[in-house]
């Protein structure tokens, strides 16, 4: 069987920083490096300061493969030189479609492709800091970033391209666990070089052809994972999974209340909808934004473990309907922001099946868990929901930006949305007209972000996205075991984690041994956002904390990417250590 990629691999391939097994990402990258041509492979092997056997081995791939230094590496007889290239008298007027721009825009480009792989392979190398953190007014001063009314040239572009990764976050970075901790997926990455090099709106099939075909074919697999039948339904990619819940809101609105669409909120009565305490603030935005008002979504009670009460749910249910409101709309929650819940859905279907609520399941964070064999009973109860917010930006490490609106019902989405734009949706097209699906999104201008979710699964399979989150919840098991009974840490709750999220409180020796309460709580609030702020400066990791109702803050480790190792949660351990003992 063919290897799933590198998050399989444990503490046996993270012994040291030095190691060059062939498994390990930088003996990965010195082999790749070997590869490139135009420059790119001195440039690498230089970042990674290999040896000088590897050098003569690379000196030799490279008198074998790369174009001379009178040629400029783009494959076609020129007279153009990419060593003499000078981009301090050239402008962005010279490159295409200027005349005889083609070789300028090749060079200039292979610049701006050296500077990213440099990055790239940066970011995987634990021995860089995983930010380079300044001030934002010393970074304003470090640095000439306004804007001006003359043209700059290219290579002050270049030199801007330099400095914005130089201050990057580097988010592939295996030590990165703040939140969206998603990595770097290599074939992601060129499936959006690949989408912003064609450029083109989703609205129509007329315009992106294969892109719509690929939505269309993916979506119908990820509801045929959620188990609805063969797949029927329909859906959309979104912005994000807040416009994905705001769509389900809008959705259930025109299911129950149809005429709204005409007449507005005016036209229907009070409209209330539930969701639990612990839910993503976006439920209340929506309901903010679609003018229901955010004092007409009513909070659930969680358990300790931050799980919906579905008792409570209905007795709020009913409380409402007795008050003259009309409940439309519940939102579940599979994998909640901070404790990384996951609700009853089995539960709470029957309630919504019982009172004739929308059931929507909010998904975003812990949807991917379909993808395992292992950990998909914890969203037992999601086939029965008439929506699902997925987004594979997130534990499926599909570069930003991709949130996917699941829905049940075909067609509600084209009469909810649909406004017949004769200037782009033209009823007398040569093609079928089902594939022209803009006109059933909110947005008319829409990001391809299909074709990065797409190229990555037919890359992975779905058994290497199934490894891949599988080692993210080992390693969050393992951070878990380790800590639970170790001196200095307290859990925020009690039990396993069901999700990535591990929530546990640091207490240094100035801390630990207080008698009393409320001066230990006080001062165990500061502990985080101290230690944190020592992470940035000293730019070794990072990871996030927060309150929680009564709660001072507390430490909320995630675990999405897929270059961590067991050896990074040991480093994070000691870490955390290290930079509070004098607190």
């Known amino acids: 069987m063919a290897s799933h990629g590198f998050w399989f691999l444990g503490a046996e391939n993270a012994a040291g920083n030095d190691s060059q097994s062939p498994n390990t990402p930088r003996a990965w990258c010195q082999a790749a490096a070997q590869k490139f041509s135009g420059g790119i492979s001195s440039k690498l092997c230089a970042l990674l300061n290999v040896g000088e056997a590897e050098k003569a081995a690379q000196a030799a791939v490279k008198a074998e493969d790369e174009p001379t230094a009178e040629s400029c590496g783009c494959n076609k007889p020129c007279n153009c030189s990419k060593a003499t290239a000078c981009f301090s008298d ?56 306004e804007l001006s009314d003359e043209p700059e040239t290219l290579d002050d572009i270049l030199i801007s391209c330099r400095a914005t990764l130089k201050y990057a976050i580097k988010t592939a970075h295996p030590r990165y666990f703040n939140q969206l901790s998603t990595g770097l997926d ?23 052809p294969v892109f719509v075909l690929l939505e269309y074919v993916t979506l119908k697999k990820m509801r045929e994972i959620i188990g609805w039948q063969d797949g029927r339904g329909d859906g959309i990619f979104s912005p994000g999974g807040a416009i994905s819940n705001m769509y389900a809101m809008l959705l259930a609105r025109y299911k129950m209340f149809p005429e709204v669409k005409e007449k507005g909120m005016s036209s229907v009565p009070r ?145 909810c949305n649909q406004m017949q734009a004769c200037y782009l949706f033209q009823q007398d097209k040569h093609y079928d007209l089902s594939y022209d699906t803009g006109d059933k999104a909110l947005q008319c201008g829409r990001h391809v972000d299909i074709f990065k979710l797409w190229l990555m699964w037919r890359a992975k399979g779905t058994i290497g996205f199934e490894a891949q989150i599988d080692k993210c919840l080992e390693l969050s098991e393992y951070l878990y075991n380790k800590i639970k009974d170790r001196e200095g840490y307290d859990m925020v709750f009690d039990g396993k984690p069901q999700h990535t999220n591990v929530c546990f409180w640091y207490l240094p020796p100035g801390v630990r041994y207080l008698e009393d309460k409320v001066e230990k709580m006080k001062r165990l609030h500061k502990v985080a956002p101290v230690i944190k702020a020592r992470m940035m400066e000293y730019g070794t990791t990072m990871v996030s904390y927060q309150p929680q109702g009564d709660k001072v803050n507390f430490f909320r480790m995630v675990i999405s990417n897929p270059a961590a190792t067991f050896e990074d949660i040991d480093f994070l351990i000691e870490e955390i250590e290290r930079l509070g003992q004098d607190l």
């Not at 479609?97 to 790239?120: C, H, R, S, W």
């Not at 992601?188 to 007329?206: H, K, Q, R, V």
């Not at 009913?318 to 996951?342: C, L, N």
């Not at 008439?386 to 930003?400: I, Q």
Request: hydrophobic share 45%.
């Open 90 to 145: 050239l402008y962005s007027t010279d490159l295409l479609p200027a005349l005889d721009g083609d070789a300028k825009t090749m060079n200039f480009l292979q610049e701006v492709v050296d500077i990213l792989l440099a990055y790239i392979v940066e970011s995987f190398d634990r021995s860089t800091k995983v930010i380079d953190f300044h001030y934002p007014n010393e970074l304003l001063q470090r640095n000439n970033w």
């Open 186 to 208: 290599v074939v992601g990455l060129a499936a959006d070089w690949l989408t912003s090099t064609a450029n083109t709106n989703m609205f129509t099939y007329e315009v992106a």
């Open 271 to 415: 409209l209330v909808a539930f969701t639990s305490e612990h839910s993503h603030f976006s439920i209340k935005k929506g309901a903010a934004a679609l003018g229901i008002g955010t004092e007409s979504v009513i909070c659930i009670k969680v358990d300790e473990r931050g799980k919906m009460i579905p008792s409570d749910l209905e007795r709020r249910i009913i409380e409402a309907k007795q008050k003259g409101y009309v409940p439309f709309f519940v939102s579940a929650t599979a994998g909640t922001t901070v404790y990384g819940a996951f609700d009853p859905l089995i539960a709470i279907a029957d309630i919504c099946k019982k009172h004739d609520i929308w059931m929507h399941v909010d998904g975003a964070w812990g949807g991917s868990l379909l993808m395992s064999g292992k950990h998909r009973w914890k969203l037992n109860g999601v086939e029965r929901a008439n929506s699902m917010t997925w987004n594979p930006h997130k534990m499926m490490a599909v570069p930003l930006q991709c949130s996917a609106l699941l829905v049940r019902e075909e067609g509600l989405m084209q009469g």
